[in-house]
């Protein structure tokens, strides 16, 4: 995920595709923030990527346990 030069702090991602009934960590690359969710939360509420500065690139990865 970027923020280009915008005013958005926040971006939801949406991930498709994961088991509804599989539990998955979610990590960052830059922001330390996690959490373990089912593959059905995940789809249905989504991901809040923070992108506190302009021009700044964030990494999400969502991993199955």
Request: no cysteine; net charge positive.
């Amino acid at each position: 995920m970027y923020r280009p030069d915008s005013s958005v702090s926040t971006q939801t991602i949406y991930p498709r595709g994961l088991n509804p009934d599989k539990t998955y960590r979610v990590t960052f690359q830059e922001n330390r923030d996690s959490s373990t969710q089912s593959g059905a939360e995940l789809m249905r509420r989504g991901v809040v990527v923070k992108l506190p500065t302009k021009n700044f690139a964030e990494i999400v990865y969502i991993t199955g346990l």
